[in-house]
């Protein structure tokens, strides 16, 4: 029991595979490899040993570009995730696998086959990360191009998704194949799949928004949002706002995990800690890295600036085109200026600056200090539970799993077995209800 008398919750974990991003400290000396199978081995093994969740892969069809160049956090490459994740389910037992795959440059039903075929390898361990594109640079990788239009963007990914789950659930109950039929605004498709419904009925749905739209797609079709939190005060206002829009889909707040992405730094002290975090912030932002980021706003060549000086004074170029395949920020007029008032109010350089506006949520501190928190955003409804994104590839859930779990588990907010073997019992969420006009009905 919590101190206010209710029911202690469980925080659920999961990890995020570092690989493609600025999170990563590629120059420390114990980063391997982010395509070598033994790197993906390690950290699914050590998130079992946690008895974590999921692992989780994010996904990129196509390498980011800034000034006509292939970016450099991109050139070592990325694997596909599905193809990682059925290797992975040959090495783990228990631990959930969850891949990104993008409604928008795919179709539904072999994306349902591939995910279905994925929980059928792994015993109901499979989870899809659903995210949406809407650029034309991504789209050249593609036959479709950019055609899609931002606005229908989440419209498409809920029909997809809503066509894959009658997929899903094509076969009767008594394991026979039936004929499938959608038609709808974005899909017609007609035929039989060829997978009866696999041992947890769907494979776990997540999705990472915090858009308007991003959060009523989350509430009205996903089991998982994979989202961020500066503070306490902001996860527990999205915790209120997501859960709140579930009724109006027949849902429950059971029925939806909300997991921001966070990560962790621990020391011996709060002081060894705080030491830590900050020379990781270094590394992550180097000067180069300082400048490039600065350029993503602006959106012209800053390379004559220093980046232990200050921001400059000139004006951003809104749509100039210098990065491509990139999340923008907002406006960037409105971002410059938010950056250059802090930066007067507290004296930042343009690397400073940088480091302060772009550091993810992180819990910073001792073992025990961090699992207390950890256990507070859970028990204030500020979250359900974390996804973990290391800085170090593989070896980055070492620490916490071996340091912070077992406090986790002494507080009695974290399980001590697993003790069931799908991923839908790890997050306790129920079994997806056949439909009632498919019971009973044979081929």
Do not use: C
């Not at 931002?150 to 809503?162: G, H, K, L, M, N």
């Not at 921001?260 to 621990?266: E, F």
């Not at 800690?273 to 020379?279: F, H, L, S, Y």
């Not at 590394?283 to 000086?309: C, F, H, I, K, R």
């Amino acid at each position: 029991m919590t101190s206010t008398g209710k029911q202690r919750r469980h925080v659920h974990l999961a990890a995020h595979f570092p690989g493609v991003n600025n999170t990563t400290v590629w120059t420390d000396p114990r980063s391997r490899s982010q395509i070598d199978f033994a790197s993906f081995e390690h950290l699914a093994r050590t998130a079992e040993r946690g008895l974590f969740d999921f692992f989780f892969l994010a996904e990129g069809l196509r390498l980011r570009e800034h000034k006509g160049r292939v970016h450099d956090l991109d050139v070592v490459g990325r694997p596909e995730s599905l193809t990682v994740l059925n290797a992975l389910a040959a090495v783990t037992e228990r631990l959930g696998l969850a891949a990104t795959v993008n409604a928008t440059f795919n179709e539904p039903y072999e994306t349902a086959r591939r995910f279905a075929t994925l929980d059928h390898l792994s015993g109901g361990r499979a989870a899809w990360n659903v995210v949406t594109s809407f650029d034309a640079f991504t789209g050249e990788n593609f036959r479709r191009g950019g055609y899609l239009d931002r606005a229908d963007r989440y419209t498409r990914a809920a029909e997809f998704v809503a066509t894959a789950r009658e997929l899903w659930d094509s076969w009767t109950p008594e394991g026979q194949p039936r004929p499938f039929a959608h038609t709808g605004r974005h899909f017609d498709v007609e035929g039989e799949f060829t997978l009866p419904r696999s041992p947890q009925g769907h494979p776990v749905v997540i999705q990472a928004g915090d858009s308007p739209d991003g959060r009523e797609f989350a509430a009205s079709a996903a089991d998982v949002i994979f989202t961020r939190h500066g503070t306490l005060e902001a996860g527990r206002a999205f915790y209120a706002d997501v859960k709140g829009r579930l009724a109006k889909y027949g849902r429950t707040a059971e029925d939806l995990k909300i997991m921001p992405g966070v990560t962790v730094v621990l020391g011996d002290t709060a002081a060894e800690a705080q030491e830590r975090a900050a020379g990781i912030r270094r590394q992550q932002v180097s000067p180069q890295n300082a400048l490039l980021t600065l350029e993503q706003v602006w959106g012209v060549d800053l390379s004559s600036y220093d980046p232990d000086g200050p921001l400059p004074d000139i004006d951003p170029v809104v749509d100039s085109g210098l990065s491509q395949g990139r999340t923008k920020r907002g406006d960037p007029r409105v971002v410059a200026e938010q950056w250059r008032a802090l930066s007067r109010a507290k004296g930042l350089s343009i690397r400073q600056t940088v480091i302060e506006t772009t550091t993810r949520q992180s819990f910073i501190g001792t073992p025990q200090a961090v699992a207390a928190e950890l256990d507070e955003f859970v028990q204030s409804d500020a979250a359900d539970g974390f996804i973990l994104v290391p800085h170090l590839t593989p070896g980055g859930l070492d620490e916490f799993v071996d340091q912070v779990v077992p406090l986790l588990q002494e507080r009695g907010a974290y399980r001590t077995k697993y003790t069931g073997t799908t991923l839908r019992s790890h997050l306790g969420l129920k079994e997806p209800v056949r439909p009632a006009r498919e019971e009973g009905l044979t081929a």
